[in-house]
């Protein structure tokens, strides 16, 4: 469990975020006196810290301290390469309550688009949730992983435990991404109407593969967003 205490610090500071704590580029406390406030090491704490760094939650200067960001105003949420927050801490820094519910969890057999995506199996995991942000739902989410890697994973409710929790806990986190961004024409109705979203109208996608720090593609996903609800912000070449 001791990997787990970063993320359990993470969660707290997050929680004295949305508190009110701290303000728009407030200047966070230290790392000595958050360990003593919410009783963890201050290396434990370090390393939560670092993570709302990487996450655009707190940003750094250099001799002054840590600071919380400014995200928290606008209306809509942002995703892609370019955006500073995952989708659920950018739900949680509006004050928002980010919430998600299984919509299914089954096993899928020797599925062509899955065997391809995946050649050394062919039994799969497809984990199909609904997100939202105080009961507003904002995003549809299919994630596809591998039976044979993640063999416990029907004994989990990730309605309420984060699917890369568990995949941590396996050792088998994702931590690169190979993403493709794109819009398409809704055609099943009745998938697309959780969130709200007509036959004929165009959806926002982000689909994306994850892979272990050593290079093991573990995580087949399709994200799908009402445009309304939500930003793009993509890097491009030119």
């Given amino acids: 469990m001791g990997k787990f205490l970063y993320l359990e610090a993470k969660r707290k500071i997050v929680e004295m975020i949305q508190g009110g704590v701290f303000g728009s580029n407030d200047k966070i406390l230290s790392e000595r006196e958050l360990a003593d406030i919410l009783g963890y090491s201050r290396m434990t704490v370090k390393k939560a810290i670092g993570s709302l760094v990487e996450d655009g939650v707190l940003y750094k200067k250099r001799g002054a301290g840590t600071f919380l960001s400014n995200e928290g105003h606008s209306n809509r949420f942002e995703v892609g390469d370019e955006s500073p927050l995952s989708l659920t801490q950018g739900i949680r820094i509006k004050g928002m309550e980010s919430s998600s519910f299984v919509e299914s969890f089954k096993l899928v057999y020797d599925d062509p688009e899955l065997m391809a995506v995946f050649p050394e199996y062919f039994e799969f995991f497809e984990l199909i949730r609904v997100r939202e942000a105080n009961e507003d739902k904002v995003s549809l989410q299919i994630a596809y992983f591998p039976f044979r890697l993640f063999k416990d994973a029907h004994r989990y409710d990730f309605g309420s435990f984060s699917l890369y929790d568990y ?41 994306y593969y994850g892979y272990t720090d050593q290079n093991e593609l573990v995580e087949y996903t399709k994200s799908f967003f009402n445009p309304e609800k939500i930003t793009f912000n993509v890097e491009t070449d030119y």
């Fill in 167 to 207: 995949m941590e806990y396996k050792n088998k986190r994702p931590v690169k991404f190979k993403k493709q961004f794109y819009a398409s024409r809704v055609e099943d109705e009745k998938q697309f109407s959780k969130i709200n979203m007509r036959p004929g109208e165009y959806v926002l996608c982000i689909e």
